[in-house]
């Protein structure tokens, strides 16, 4: 690895060349970034320019300018929407590991992290599909490819890409990361529960909201201490003669829930009675797109306070396959745009003796907009974050599917706001 280096290092301490590791260091002759993570697992990047097979580089477009730094000299390779095919060899890999396989890459005069990329291994029949890439610290956006277990140092990959819907795509290297798992999260009622320093009733009193006593009028509740008042008022209660669900979180700040009869449109949806669930009833999409409509009185929500807002569904749409895009949600007051994803993404595994292709929950757990579990069973996603208004909010949200095909499959619950 020493001999390796794009700098001489045969002085540097054991010590040194630990604390090297953990920044990165340029080898072979400045075409692969080495460097180690807090666990001791190598991660090894290497540059685009050393992966391209000679189809790509008879046609080859660098850019290396001070807006696109990158850590290798010959900068990133422009494929301008063409397809490009890579041959990717490691050297370092750490043993009976797991990795993840991800394309690094900026977008030229674009910062906007949806891309359409497709791509699949030489020998794979079928294209897998990317949508949304995740922002690096250094500046840079990725792409998990792929997921593997490396049972030695050195593994070769061919991967094909086609940049057709990304035209502006510049890409740095391949990087081959070892996986850090991710425990699924399933939001629970319990999680609410939270003893304050001392159980005496005053300090109970102070983690419940300033109006609570007009609060328990809204559902005529009934209690004999603070402490029990508090796990009521945690759990909640439907309120407005059943339109609408109460809560408060664990610091005490206000949760409101409002049924999908007040947030959809009801001629563009299929309504069901179900008295099993919060409100007993709940909408089918039928479209390609809807949206969202409600108004918020400002005494429901804790003054100066960040709220998210969450869509509570369940179900998948039913023309949903492998490619799995996102939604787009615009703010249309504001004409913000976010992207969320009705079911989690999913990389594709490398199985180096199998034929069927498998798939792993993706390890990309800095996207916004990813679905959650919840305890009472529906699934939930972000959808809008506002700072509580001295005056009534309004809320217009519209959902549009980016393949344009049907959502049908999705059933609402209803839209709840929590405070961040």
């Given amino acids: 690895m020493l001999l390796n280096a794009a700098v001489p290092l045969n002085d540097s301490s054991e010590s040194e060349m630990k604390m090297l590791l953990l920044k990165g260091i340029l080898i072979n002759s400045g075409k692969t970034w080495l460097s180690r993570n807090m666990n001791g697992y190598n991660c090894e990047l290497i540059s685009i320019a050393k992966c391209l097979t000679p189809s790509a580089s008879e046609s080859q477009h660098f850019i290396s300018s001070p807006e696109y730094t990158s850590r290798f000299a010959v900068g990133c390779y422009e494929p301008l929407g063409g397809n490009f095919i890579t041959c ?31 791509y699949k291994l030489v020998e794979e029949e079928h294209s897998s599909y990317l949508f949304v890439s995740d922002e690096r610290d250094d500046g840079w956006l990725t792409l998990e490819l792929y997921q593997f277990s490396s049972h030695q140092q050195k593994i070769k990959l061919e991967i094909v890409f086609y940049s057709k819907y990304c035209p502006d795509l510049l890409v740095e290297s391949i990087e081959f990361r070892p996986l850090e798992k991710v425990e699924d999260e399933v939001l629970r009622v319990e999680d609410v529960d939270m003893k304050p320093e001392s159980d005496t009733e005053e300090n109970w009193k102070q983690k419940l909201p300033i109006d609570y006593e007009e609060i328990v009028r809204w559902h005529s509740v009934q209690w004999r201490t603070m402490k029990e008042l508090y796990y009521i008022l945690c759990e909640g209660f439907l309120i407005n003669d059943g339109k609408e669900w109460f809560s408060i979180a664990k610091d005490g700040k206000k949760c409101l829930m409002l049924p999908a009869k007040a947030i959809l449109k009801e001629k563009e949806w299929e309504w069901k009675l179900k008295p099993e669930t919060r409100f007993g009833q709940v909408a089918d999409c039928v479209s390609k797109r809807f949206g969202i409509t409600c108004k918020i009185s400002a005494k429901m929500l804790s003054p100066q306070t960040k709220y998210t807002s969450y869509l509570v569904y369940s179900g998948q749409p039913h023309e949903k396959n492998d490619i799995n895009p996102p939604l787009q949600v615009v703010n249309i007051y504001s004409e913000e745009k976010c992207n969320i994803f009705l079911s989690a993404p999913k990389t594709p595994v490398i199985n180096w003796n199998e034929e069927e292709k498998t798939f792993n929950p993706s390890s990309r757990t800095k996207i916004k ?52």
Wanted: hydrophobic letters at 35%; glycine letters at 6%; a neutral charge.
């Fill in 88 to 118: 990717i060899e490691t050297q370092f890999l750490s043993p009976q590991t797991m990795y993840t396989v991800n394309l690094v890459f900026k977008r030229k005069n674009s910062k906007d992290q949806y891309i359409g990329l497709e």
């Fill in 369 to 420: 907009g990813l679905p959650k579990l919840r305890s009472d069973g529906w699934m939930e996603v972000q959808v809008h974050d506002f700072q509580t208004p001295e005056s009534d909010y309004s809320i217009y949200l519209r959902f549009s599917s980016y393949d344009m095909k049907s959502l049908k499959g999705i059933t609402v619950l209803g839209l709840e706001f929590r405070p961040i």
